[in-house]
């Protein structure tokens, strides 16, 4: 991966020689287009923007060849700005020493006011300051609790404590560079790569720069061909900045944006995996329905053999070997052979049912793995964010705050199981009262479908409407349904009530133990197994 060329005091130096064409003008607008970025409109015979950020990653400051659209509702560091900027004069605009602080002074007939943008990665900041200096406003608030030199308006403001250094300008050949103000990593890499100390001051110097830009690498006021093969030079630096952060921040957008959509169709492409494994042991408990119907056969065929109480008969199955069956000491032989009988049949007629989910799950996960591979594949912003309107379409994506954490760990590391309705609606359930209480507490939302097994422990089960109830069909109700009843104590009951209600009618009483709730204007369906 190519270094980024970074902004250092070399850049704020020609961009600061650059801006001197401001010095006269007056400022006639004043814009923040996001929480760490604003824009003056200058004017001194023509209008001139300057940009300034102090965002963590992209801190700079340049002219502009064009500019963005300024937001509906200024910020209030935006309103100070404007209050105290808006037609007064510029009076200087300075670098200190050859630090990363650019001072830009102006007077108005209120009085003279300073901003200082202090661009110093994630510490940078831009602060307005009245002559007595202090705090009229801020890009960050810096509190006294996170910082031993707090920006707060109202208080006065103190400049970044940085420890004493000679100048770049005086260093020497052999010198340790990292001893002298305004030597940057970058600019030591530069003059370790072949360009000669003595040049760079003479550029200091003589503020005679050579803008130059590389195609991935960045901008600079030195020539960059030593480091970068593909640098080309630029009509000013300001111009090759503004490039150069264009494309870092769009590359940036573009990686978070496919980092942080990638992470979601895992978890749901884990999701279908869980799923479908747990299909396939239901598979495996119906392809052993014929055992149960040979074992209740053979009961039948050897009751003569039962006496009152036996746990077990032994007797020759179909194939000449002999064949163990456990029995219910309380039940008579023809009642035993009438269980295993009855649950043969739940297994085979639960199959038609499992296999139709496991095909919905698999054509599911087929479509996820298209939609990630064609994610991997695209190169641009617009490519990821159609592939998220896809997913969305799907109902494969949670519409909630998550932290990074909780995309890499699905559910926060709760057991929470997801499955597909017949309509497709996502219905998830949980496996512990942890589980149940994460499941109905944080995941559920107002109009979400939330089913329960009326008095007997059961999974909590949450049917996603999407915030829109009125279109799950009752197949989908009845499926969630029987989810709740094969997660419960009635299991192995032939006829079971589940309620069912919206989630915002669910009630966790104070202190109640995890999985404990409460619950009204439910409706109840009774479940045939």
Partial sequence: MTMRVPFDSLCLAAVVDEAQCLVGGRVQRVVQWDASTVGLAIYRGREEWLLL??????????????????????????????????DARVEFV?????????????????????????????????????????????????????????????????PPPFEPRRSLLEAGEGDDLKEFEGASPFLRALIASGVS???????VRAHAWSASYSDGGGAYPLSLVTLYKNAVPRESVSQAIEQSFALFIESDRFTVAQSSLRAQLQRVMDARNRALADLEEALDAAARAREKQEKGELILAYQHQVSPGDKELTVPGYDGKPVTIALDPMKSAV?????????????????????????????????????????????????????????????????QVVSHSREERPFEGNSVRELVSPGG????????????????????RPNDYWFHV???????????????????????????AKVAVSKSASKHSSYVAVDYTLRKYVRKPKKAAPGFVTYSQEKTLHIEQ
């Fill in 94 to 158: 300075r670098q200190r020493g050859l630090d990363r602080v650019l001072d830009i002074g102006f007077s108005s007939s209120d009085g003279d006011v300073q901003l200082v943008a202090e661009i110093m990665g994630k510490h940078s900041n831009l602060v307005l300051v009245d002559a007595g200096r202090k705090v009229l406003g801020a890009a960050k608030v810096v509190g006294a609790g996170k910082s031993k030199r707090p920006i707060i308006p109202g208080r006065g403001y103190e």
């Fill in 425 to 444: 609606w996502k219905v998830l359930y949980g496996e512990n009262a942890t589980s149940n209480d994460y499941l109905t507490q944080k995941l559920g």
């Fill in 454 to 480: 009326r008095g007997v422990t059961s999974a909590h089960v949450l049917l996603q409407t999407q915030n829109q109830p009125t279109r799950v069909q009752k197949d989908d109700l009845i499926f969630a």
């Fill in 53 to 86: 950020s102090c965002d963590a990653r992209y801190a700079r400051a340049h002219l502009l060849t064009r500019r963005g659209d300024s937001p509906q509702s200024p910020p209030p560091f935006c309103m100070a700005l404007r209050k105290h900027l808006t």
């Fill in 335 to 399: 009642e035993n052979a009438q269980r295993l009988f009855a649950k043969a049949k739940r297994a085979k007629e639960g199959a038609e049912g499992v296999r139709g989910q496991k095909l919905r799950i698999e054509r599911d996960r087929e479509e996820l793995t298209m939609l990630v591979q064609r994610l991997e594949a695209t190169t641009t912003f617009e490519g990821v964010e159609s592939a998220r309107a896809e997913a969305d379409g799907k109902r494969w994506l949670h519409h």
């Fill in 197 to 203: 100390l003595s040049a760079v001051q003479s550029a």
